[in-house]
């Protein structure tokens, strides 16, 4: 995994260390001594972590994370806080400051390098999700939000089979109204992770019931889990343990004897990221299928019926496929004398007629007003693609609407075998609709190089 990381460090010689390591690990690293450049230089260079000195001359590590972290530009950026300072009060205050990591001079290796890929790969899941947002937001659909807008409620799940140590986290949690839910071993987990989802998960490094490892490692492969946090709970002597569990996609680790505070800050700030990211990916995914969702039938709209037809064209060009152009015959009448209401159920009702005679994997659009659009898969030829525009047009005549409605419908075909974009093919099937309407009406038609011609249908329609 290669990653840009910014090295402060006010004595030149400790960044220096830090940047002949990580280069040995194919990071790209950047320096800086004077910690007032320090803001600047991460906006402009936006690296992917920041190791950040604590003791500095000028304005020392808190402070520069504080602002860091208060920045839109920067504020999504892990900040490890690197220091000399082993006392917990010190912890806090960085932790209180938003650091998402401490590290302890002299830095252990290994150590380092677990948590820089942690970070990092937190931060990769979340700019995934920043991009889609910001994507989103960019076509109008909704206000981009910040990471402080989180709902309250939490729920945790613990694993661990010493009742005592487990009791303990509970109550830590549960005085920041963060519910939780204690197991003790791994196939009580997995029941336990049906039908809840979780916001934070922990799991002691000291099971003796499980292999620890091990939940680590399913937790991460078990799709409704993948992005949830996961907090090991370690013993001062389980140093490889905490580095496996890291490198399997543990989020962080807390050292015991447990330090209160410092468990809650970690928690709290890995569940607030959860909260953020769910929250994401629940307007992305509604604002996505408000755009593309026709919200009276609940099929396509144009706007995706568009965007599918250009990739079919594009980048499937050997492959058939036929367009239909369905269009209900007289329909400004029945909403002019029945009322728009009744209209819509009519759409809605030629919809589910559509659904239920096209195959899954055919897509059904509404293109506009009463103009739908069906676009039938691989392998269609004219003769395939009349039958099915035929059985349509035979369903919806068939079908009596609230009692005595009789519709009938209009249907041009076009048959794509290459070479032509997606608007010319739109346009053959529009022009085969045309023939049909103009014609006599609840048909359908193929195109062919002479629809639209209006001599031509004179001549035809007369003979
Ligand atoms: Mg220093």
Known sequence: ???????????????????????????????????????????????????????????????????????AATAHIPVIMVTALREPPDRRQGLFSGADEFLSKPVEHEILLARLRGVIRMKRVMDEWRARDAATAALGLRASQSLDEHPAPAITLIVDDLLIRAHRLQD?????????????????????????????????????????????????????????PLLLIAEHDQRDLVIGGLNLGATDCVMLPLDESEFLLRSHGHIRRKKYQDSLRNDVSNALSLAVIDPLTQLFNRRYLTSYL??????????????????????????????????DRVLCSVAEILRANLRKSDLISRYGGEEFVAVIGAMADDERALKVAEKLRQAIEDMTFMADIRITTSIGVSVYDGGISAAALIEQADAALYDA?????????????????ENELWSVAGS
């Open 310 to 343: 250009d990739r079919l064209c594009a980048e499937i060009p050997s492959r058939n496929f036929a367009m239909l152009v369905i269009d209900i015959d007289h329909f400004k009448m029945i909403n002019d004398r029945l009322g728009h209401p009744v209209g």
């Open 437 to 453: 309407k103009r014609t006599g009406r609840n048909k359908v038609m193929l195109y062919t190089p002479k629809c639209g011609d």
């Open 172 to 228: 830590v949690l549960a005085r920041q109204d963060i519910k939780s839910i204690l197991v003790q071993h791994e196939a009580e987990a997995m029941a336990a992770l049906e039908g809840q989802d979780f916001d934070l998960i922990t799991v002691s490094l000291s099971l003796t019931l499980s292999d620890p490892l091990r939940l680590v490692a399913k937790f991460q492969s078990n799709a409704s889990t993948r992005e949830t």
């Open 1 to 71: 995994m290669t990653a840009r990381i910014l090295v402060v460090d006010d004595i030149a010689a400790n960044a220096r260390l830090l940047e002949a390591r990580l280069s040995t690990e194919y990071y790209e690293v950047k320096t800086v001594h004077d910690s007032r450049n320090v803001i600047a230089i991460a906006r402009n260079w936006q690296p992917d972590a920041v190791l950040l000195d604590v003791m500095m001359p000028e304005i020392d590590g808190y402070e520069v994370c504080r602002r860091l972290k208060a920045e």
